[in-house]
């Protein structure tokens, strides 16, 4: 399944060979072995978790009891940090994202230092499968290295990496993760994804990013100077509306996810589907036109969408 990027599903605790190379190491060598020293300053897990606070997903896990809270947290604090060590620190980011994998080999065996993965690594414990975790390390990996994206596919396998394992630890976390429901949830994290990535169109590509595939430039006539030029062509507003047409088709395929979900963690799941479907209408008000900046939905509007998506009225 893994279409433009090569990837496998690999044993967490098996030996695996270092990113940059060296010897491998045995299966006792790794769970006795404490973490590699970081290349630099490490941010603290206070700044991580400031840094997390009003996004959605730490909001939307305010609505669930204690533990299940707590272990969304721990699990979202990684990814914002291995989010921030592949985007934002300063020196060579590889670097820093090998440390961070000699962190989660160490939490997985239960011998992290820093809090964010000691913190990870209580959660874990409670029999999570910690493939995803790799999965969004090695998506940060693709960043240094890749800025275009040739075709749909490759751009799909990348949402493997860096939006799908989101969704399979929630899962884990919260008891749910059967393949069906797996399966929906992948087509959610996907589309919301690339809504975020046709809402960042213009400002990625100011950035030196092109995450619009180069098949669909080439479909719609599109130059990549016209991804920042304001106001947007009529080429380029139609390749934004066919692409918010591919990532709703996720999102319908994914809805059914919400009436599977026990408790408050439906309304949660239900917060995420409706704040896409609430994204691409903002799109669309725009006249599909993002080269001003992202369309952002307003509060009500993401609440009637969270109501459809609880009522199963996404179609």
Do not use: K
Not at 101 to 111: I, K, S
Not at 148 to 172: I, K
Not at 183 to 192: G, N, Q, Y
Request: aromatic share 6%; charged share 25%.
């Amino acid at each position: 399944m893994y279409n433009g990027v090569n990837v496998g599903r690999t044993n967490c605790l098996s030996a695996r060979t270092p990113a940059r190379g060296g010897a491998r190491l045995s299966h006792s060598q790794m769970l006795n072995a404490g973490p590699p020293p970081a290349p630099g300053d490490i941010p603290d897990v206070g700044s991580v978790d400031a840094r997390a606070a009003t996004e959605n997903f730490v909001v939307a896990a305010r609505l669930l009891p204690g533990r299940f809270r707590r272990d969304l947290v721990a699990l979202y604090g990684y990814a914002r940090l291995v989010d921030e060590l592949g985007d934002a620190v300063d020196g060579d980011r590889n670097a820093w994202l090998d440390w961070a994998e000699g962190e989660l080999d160490a939490a997985v065996a239960g011998r992290a230092r820093h809090p964010v993965f000691v913190r990870l690594g209580a959660t874990l414990g409670r029999g999570i499968d910690p493939q995803p975790c790799y999965d969004l390390l090695e998506a940060n990996r693709l960043d240094q290295v890749v800025q275009r994206y040739e075709t749909f596919d490759d751009l799909l396998g990348y949402c493997r990496l860096s939006a799908n394992p989101v969704g399979r630890l929630v899962l884990g976390a919260l008891g749910l993760d059967d393949p069906g429901r797996v399966a929906r949830s992948d087509a959610v994290c996907t589309a919301l994804q690339l809504v975020e990535h046709w809402q960042d169109l213009a400002e990625d590509a100011r950035a030196g990013r092109r995450y619009v595939p180069a098949e669909d430039l080439e479909r719609f006539g599109v130059d990549e100077d016209e991804l920042t030029a304001a106001p947007a062509s009529s080429r380029l507003r139609a390749l934004v509306s066919f692409e918010c047409d591919r990532a709703r088709r996720l999102l319908v395929e994914g809805a059914p996810l919400v009436a599977t979900v026990p408790g408050m963690a439906r309304l949660a799941v239900a917060g995420f589907v409706g704040g896409g479907l609430a994204a691409l209408r903002a799109v669309a008000a725009a006249g599909f036109d993002v080269t001003a900046g992202a369309p952002v939905a307003r509060p009500a509007a993401r609440a009637v969408a969270t109501l459809e998506a609880l009522s199963g009225r996404i179609r």
